[in-house]
């Protein structure tokens, strides 16, 4: 696999869904989907008007493997790990649904909602309104949009259908660039992204860099490369109460725990 990981899960996603839509059209995914518009509120609890504008919100995330780095937990069980996550305090949860890169499935989603009470995050990479619409037939509470990869009136449009399907979405950023890209487009909470997903390389002061280019009225979490208290403190300095975490939460012998830890000492920095 070359340097270039974007472009080649892009076209495997592609490929993916041409192959979907032979075995079940569009439309019928559709009319499922908006029969299912009962849904777990992902954004509110997280919402500063709602909370303490202090607390630590974390999403804690499922994720087997990374192309950049392979397997990272073989032994996963997803029913386990998102019972120990909402024990821990996570204010939702995120799973991974992409199969060849990030070996994850509908499945492991399906799985983690039925053993918790928390809010899921479907993290997959949304090219068609096909996904959303598939995503919510399967349950999920919000999807992943990734800037980089739509156009303007793309993700316009995919946050349009999403409030059709009350469902919530993570709007993900990673430049100047995309901040420009999502300007009155209605995005709300906005993941900053701290890898580049071209090279998967990881700096933790790109979303403190970025906080500052969002709308007071937008949430900022700050995502990837979150691997100790000191990491969140570092950025909740700059503004950022709220972190999707994986690869470290998976990685730690008792997630529940990790988690806790996280989010000791919840007052203003």
């Known amino acids: 696999m070359g340097t270039d990981f974007l472009s080649q899960i892009i076209e495997y996603k592609q490929h993916l869904i041409t192959k979907q839509k032979q075995y079940r059209s569009e439309s019928s995914l559709r009319n499922d989907a908006e029969k299912c518009?009962?849904?777990?509120?992902?954004?509110?609890?997280?919402?500063?008007?709602n909370t303490d504008k202090d607390?630590?919100?974390?999403?804690?995330?499922?994720?087997?493997?990374?192309?950049?780095?392979?397997?990272i937990q073989p032994d996963l069980i997803v029913s386990d790990t998102a019972a120990a996550y909402e024990r821990g305090g996570a204010s939702a949860i995120s799973i991974l649904t992409e199969d060849h890169w990030f070996k994850g499935s509908i499945k492991d989603l399906t799985d983690a909602r039925e053993a918790s009470t928390l809010p899921v995050l479907r993290k997959d990479f949304t090219i068609s309104t096909y996904q959303i619409y598939e995503s919510a037939v399967i349950g999920a509470d919000a999807i992943l949009l990734i800037v980089r990869i739509l156009s303007k009136i793309q993700l316009k449009d995919y946050l349009d259908l999403c409030a059709e399907l009350n469902l919530d979405a993570l709007v993900e950023?990673?430049?100047q660039d995309d901040i420009n890209k999502m300007k009155d487009t209605g995005a709300r909470l906005i993941g900053i992204n701290n890898r580049n997903l071209k090279s998967f390389d990881t700096n933790i002061g790109t979303a403190i860099d970025l906080k500052t280019g969002l709308d007071p009225a937008q949430i900022a979490v700050a995502a990837s490369g979150i691997q100790t208290k000191e990491d969140i403190e570092r950025t909740r300095a700059a503004g950022i109460n709220h972190f999707l975490i994986g690869e470290s939460i998976v990685r730690s012998e008792n997630p529940e725990d990790f988690i806790k830890s996280l989010k000791i000492e919840e007052t203003a920095i």
């Open 173 to 175: 950023i990673h430049t």
């Open 37 to 49: 518009l009962v849904h777990r509120p992902f954004i509110v609890p997280m919402d500063i008007d």
């Open 55 to 71: 607390t630590i919100h974390i999403i804690a995330e499922i994720k087997r493997a990374s192309p950049s780095i392979g397997i």
